[in-house]
């Protein structure tokens, strides 16, 4: 396969140099990009050590969704395992089985700064929210490939797998009720204050207030939330070990977009796809060439109808 | 779609070479004398029928019902196994084009029409099985619209790459065996054929250089998709590495798909097999995999992932069963270029490519581990609706290489076929659609131009 | 009639009905259900017939610091026919409100009350005893009341502190406390005490102690601070009829306002329910049902607590403790997912069917070979081949 050089080179530098220098000034603005950080981020801090287990956050969830309780144990009780598509946040017991120190844990969407599933999703039906941060659901994206219950590190988003036209539900920090100034669901009955909605900025100091003033009462004396995973949105104080709670320790750069970056940088304006696609044409070109020689060459002596 | 002769010699001249001198694939012929429904084609299109019902089913009650899908294993077999591991076995048409037409190892040739019907229905029928397991899918049209594409996102380089790849490029490079067949059905209707068969060589490098490119995107895609789940992949497959050995596998895989699917029609079909092809197929595949076991089990070696392979967990036993696999099967394709048994070389592509299913398949289910008391298996339906789908590629392999040239054989062979339809053309004439020559006689003076 | 009859004879006499009698007893098993031998696993009628048999209990009842509630909650009962059975189930000796005697009279009615039963009595003290200024706050007959009680409770069998005040303190022991206000217990040390708590205490919490210890002849169960654990073991919330508003979020967040005429959880409010320990969820009062603060949508204040009281301002919420929480919350990681026989059926046949074939043709390239089926071999020049078929028509 004897290309010249010359010629290969001709062929990439038509079609390639513009986008080449497409792909350099691309890069630059790669290397400029951070992650975008929502400009009012709003936020959930939950004291695992404040509360006591009621789940009046998960009947007024429900409420507040307009979703019917989760009676799917026994037909009469609302006693959901685990979040599902009719509920978005769920008191879970840590109860050790030595008899050590127990907890309660409230789990629903982290709203995270680098959120798993909008990396994920591929028409932007999960889209994070510019001001307040919020993860929106849009049905109308929404091709039901499930990716962002692989995607998300919390195991949040949750596909309806009854029924034929499904969906994803996961909390959106009420942001219906924001909307009329009212708080979430959950903040509004929690008895025990437990969790409490507010501007980031305001509940991390708040936290960190709490654990000055209570040396020794939590966890590594460390919000969760605040740096894990790039940052998220719903903070969590505990007496015990955030992992046992089902809360991962994942860094600060282990996030999605770190993950992902290779895959955004070599799909950058499809820049490097296009110069390798003219590299590839020009060598088909090459082949093509001898090779229907050769087929026609060989019709002549055969008589049979050359198959290109 | 003639090897390069071993001597300057015209082979074959221009009259019927001697009965007894070896042939080799110099050209693609149906299958001919084999009728197209037979026992195992019913019993295949049965099971498609069976799928289309269930298909049906699902989409009435939903995918709960009608899979093992559940909270922490969002995906079930549709797309981990038909979509990531079936179209990985199926890209033929991108592994052995790239090396038959851009590496230019001429003598891969004679399988590119296999390697481009097996990645057609591959991909057909995984993108159908695609749209089956997809929860919303009449939003699919977004696949068209770039102003919400996710650059970020793997799926949507897949589901829009797979699309375009299989409707455009792979489709297109799949159209000459039939325009062909279309032009010795009817005489009238060569020279419109001719037209759209030089527009195709025209636009050919095009085309097809978009029918390397895709897939490579698309099948790396299919590798960093399981790269967001980050520690919910065991370190034995999760590595930054996954879209590039996605790839290899891929196509080590699909070299074993269409070299044995070539090998085992032959031998059912009873033609010859030509070793100078099949030998450098092997050669290829087994220096792929080695290459592919060096760099995974490098990669492995330098993260500091490769002693959990030494523990006496289910990860460490796949694992293991991967690489013996993988690695056997490339030790009896060299083998078998040595011992020149086509049994030792059929093996050694059949544990190969189950190997590269089993690695391409782990990171989405086996190895993947969303939480402790979390468990999948497909259900019932789920398994019947996915072997429904692939039994409709199957079966419309079937047919495909009966009704048109797909299979390599000799010129010989062409005559022969010629030959026999003559003898048979009044039964022809009335069962045009499974005669290959409806009012056209076949002779050697049968081509109009050139 | 004999000098001290039995209480069945005794009700005869005094004209009570039977029916009266049996409502008492039905009454007093409502009371106490488990935690008094008296009631407990027992019928109407064999608690009837105990209590019959028993000799009408003789009991004084002193006041010290008291507003005579304690009094009053024995007295204050809905059905007149009650209290009046009570005072002829216990013979009260002594009761300087409910009795005719004044000064010097009933001074004299104490002594022979004493001397006539001494040491079969049962004591009952309402009100708390001050000890500053020697105890001289108050004064009983121009002694002070620790001396009067000290005196009359080592002639007694046994002391029962009704209400708060007799019990810890009460209302006088507030801070700062003017009179060093203390109960019973902390003066009294050598004869067996019962602390029935309460701002005022159920009645009935009084009777079955009363009927207990003449009856069954002991003392109920007590906990470490000597009430009676039949009534004093939970606290208000767990047996609260609001409990339900309280699981499921619903609180009264101001008085008056939509959520407390609903009727809704006033634990917002500052109801103490969840620290203090009596039974008035399950008893309420004056044989009404609702008739007790919670149901009448005031918070519970905890008078019965000693560090509740007094001690806690009226809205302030309390923490809730779980020494143990219950086992119906999910766990942090639920079992999902399973296999189907028919599932694994399937997959394990259509991989056998799979290999299985794989095996069968991959033997028949073996035997195809050995037929001699065509095989092409690489790198074998034309020319040889020519030469091999010269020499086969050779």
Known sequence: MAITRRELITNIGKAGVPVAVAMTVGTQALQAEELTVPSEPLSLLYDASLCIGCKACESACNAANNTAPDISGDGLHQAPADLNVFTRNIIKLYKPADGSASSFVKRQCMQCFDPGCVAGCPFEALYKDKDDGIVHWDGSKCIGCRYCTIACPYSVPRFQWLGFNPVITKCELCSHRLAKGLKPGCTSVCPTSAVIFGKRSELLADAKRRIKNNPGRYYQDRVYGEVENGGTQALYLSRVPFEKLGLPEIGPANGPSSTLRWQKRIYSYFALPAVLYAGLVTMIRKNQKGHEQEAHEQEKETGLRAQL | MSTASLSNRPFGATKPPAADTKPRWERAVPVYGVSVITPFFIALAGLAILSLFLTVYREVVGLGPASGMNDKFGWGIWKTFNVVVLTAWGSGAFAVGVVAWVFGRKRLFPLMRMALLTSMLAYACGLCLLGVDVGRPWNFYWVVLPWHWNLHSPMAEIAICMSVYASIPLFLENIPPILERLWHVNVNWQPAIERVEHGLHKFFPIIVAAAYLLPAMHQSSLGALMLLAGQRVHPLWQTPFLPLLYVGAATFMSFACVAGTTMLCCLVWKRAMDMEVLDEAARISAWTIFGWLAIRNLDLLFRGSLFSAFHFTRYAGIFWTETFLIGYGGWLLLQSLKNHKTQTMFVGYALCSLGGMLYRFSPTTLAYMPGPHAMYFPSAIEVLIALGFASIGIALFLVMVKLLAILPASNQEWRNMAAYYKARKPAISRNKYLGFFGHNELSLSDKRSH | ?394
């Open chain 3, 1 to 394: 009639m004999s000098k001290h009859p039995t209480i069945a004879e005794h009700l005869k006499a005094s004209g009570v009905s039977r029916r009266n009698f049996v409502q008492l007893c039905g009454m007093l098993i409502a009371t106490a259900p488990v935690g008094l031998s008296l009631t407990s696993k027992k019928s109407v009628l064999q608690v009837a017939a105990a209590i019959g048999k028993t000799k009408r209990p003789s009991v004084i009842w002193l006041h010290f610091q008291d507003c005579t509630g304690c009094t009053e909650t024995l007295l204050r009962t809905s059905a007149p026919d009650v209290a009046h059975l009570i005072l002829d189930v216990i013979s009260l000796d002594y009761h300087e409100t409910l009795m005719a005697a004044s000064g010097a009279q009933a001074e004299a009615a104490l002594r022979s009350a004493i001397a006539e039963n001494e040491g079969k009595f049962v004591l009952v003290v309402e009100g708390s005893i001050p000890m500053k200024e020697d105890g001289n706050y108050m004064q009983l007959g121009s002694k002070p009341a620790v001396q009067v009680l000290r005196e009359v409770a080592a002639k007694s069998a046994a002391v029962i502190a009704i209400g708060s005040c007799a019990s810890w303190g009460g209302v006088p022991s507030a801070d700062p406390n003017p009179t060093g206000a203390v109960g019973v217990d902390s003066i009294i040390t050598d004869k067996p005490i019962v602390n029935l708590p309460g701002c005022p205490p159920n009645p009935y919490n009084l009777l079955g102690v009363v009927l207990e210890y003449v009856t069954m002849g002991k003392l109920p169960a007590m906990d470490d601070q000597g009430r009676p654990k039949f009534a004093y073991e939970r606290v208000i919330h767990e047996n609260c009829p609001r409990r339900a508003h309280f699981d499921a979020g619903r609180f009264a967040t101001a008085f008056g306002d939509e959520g407390h005429r609903k009727g809704w959880c006033l634990y917002k409010l500052g109801c103490k329910g969840p620290v203090t320990h009596a039974a008035c969820s399950t008893r309420h009062f004056n044989e009404i049902a609702d008739c007790w603060p919670i149901g009448a949508g005031i918070p519970c204040v905890g008078c019965t607590e000693k560090d509740v009281v007094w001690k806690l301002g009226t809205f302030e919420t309390v923490p809730i403790h779980l020494a143990t929480p219950p086992d119906n919350y999910p766990p942090i990681y639920s079992a999902v997912g399973g296999v189907s026989i028919g599932a694994a059926a399937l997959v394990g046949a259509v991989a056998g069917g799979l290999g299985g074939a794989t095996y069968v043709y991959s033997q028949r390239f073996e035997s195809s070979q050995e037929a001699g089926a065509e095989r092409i071999e690489a790198g074998q020049d034309e020319k040889q081949l020519d030469k091999k078929s010269d020499r086969k028509e050779v």
